[in-house]
């Protein structure tokens, strides 16, 4: 029997959980990844309880703040450091940027599934760029050391 795809799988966070081979040694860029996926982990919670908790919105909102805040830190970082892959890393935050408010403007349209949701949590931030794209840096950062 087929499932419907808006069900998403019945433990989304199984893979939210950050473990120590994530941390690249500068404690605000690392606390900020945790708190990444904290939200992730709380979002996705709360949608498969109730997709109209009224949490959500507010979840969406601390999720732009943060990733807006964390973005800007690492360039800061990447910048100061002498990261040769800056300018497209910098690409890639802001393609996730619009990625995200294009998702936020769907739930507030009542048009995001969960699966928009989940894709855009565990695939492009988490899968896609703290684990693989952000790991470069970290790699780069172990070099200089
Ligand atoms: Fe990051
Ligand atoms: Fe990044």
Redesign the pocket.
């Known amino acids: 029997m087929s499932q419907n795809i808006d069900e998403g799988p019945k433990d989304p966070w199984i893979k939210i959980n950050f473990d120590n081979s994530l941390l690249s040694g500068i404690p605000h ?1 690392d606390e ?2 945790k708190k990444l996926y904290q939200l992730a982990a709380d979002i996705l919670r709360a949608y498969l309880n109730n997709p109209r908790d009224k949490n959500i919105e507010e979840f969406l909102l601390e999720l732009r703040t943060t990733l807006s805040e ?2 800007e830190h ?1 360039e800061v970082e990447m910048a100061q450091r002498g990261f040769p892959e800056f300018i497209e890393h910098q690409e890639s935050h802001s393609t996730l940027m619009t990625h995200f408010l294009r998702l936020h403007a769907s739930y507030t349209h009542n048009l995001m599934s969960f699966s928009d949701l989940y894709t855009f949590l565990t695939k492009e931030v988490i899968q896609d ?2 684990i693989k794209y ?1 790991l470069i840096f970290h790699q780069f950062l172990d070099q200089k050391a």
Request: aromatic residues 12%; hydrophobic residues 35%; proline residues 0%.
């Open positions: 860029i900020e990844h964390h973005f690492e760029h703290i952000d």
